[in-house]
């Protein structure tokens, strides 16, 4: 149940859909091509996965992904009740309703989640933080949580390096 940010006890059957956020990647090549004053815009690419926050007693609790097979939208797992929690953070600092659109960077090859605010300056790139840390150890400088935001040139290097190791791993 935890796995599924759920506790003995909740009254599963109040639970709702929050509203969804598509999922972003950078394939390693475009990764590994980029310059510290690339814009993380031409970077990112939809995944093709929806995922939609499962929302309890007023908190998102877990993630319902879902993708398009067969021209038919289906839900394909349900569970990351850290980055439902994560997410939700990040939306009440950055809100819709604020004029923000933070779109969720998977980073496969590095196991690592970022966000950019396209709103903001165009090279903002910054980790998610799980227990206080993100990526290469970063942590946020300012409270309340993700109200600072770092850039993609800070990030590049050891993202680089991770990514390259990880694709030469698994060439052997």
Sequence with gaps: MSHFGLSPGDN?????????????????TKLLDAGDDTPVSSL?????SWLFPIVLDGKSRAILTVE?????????????????EEMEKLNRQW?????????????YQAASYFFTIPELESEN???????GAGFAGYRQK????????????????PLKETVQDNISLNRQ
Excluded: C, H, R
Excluded at 125 to 131: G, K, N, S, V
Excluded at 142 to 157: F, N, W
């Design 95 to 107: 809100p819709k309703a604020n004029g923000y659109e933070p779109k969720l960077i998977a980073i």
């Design 125 to 131: 790139f910054t980790p998610l933080t799980f227990d």
């Design 44 to 48: 990112i690419s939809p995944t093709g």
């Design 12 to 28: 599963i059957s109040e639970a709702v859909l929050g509203t969804p956020f598509q999922l972003y990647t950078i394939t390693p």
């Design 142 to 157: 300012t409270g309340p949580e993700y109200a600072s935001t770092t850039t993609l040139s800070s990030m590049l290097s």
């Design 68 to 84: 398009e097979m067969d021209g038919k939208w289906q839900a394909v797992t349900m569970g990351k009740a850290g980055l439902a």
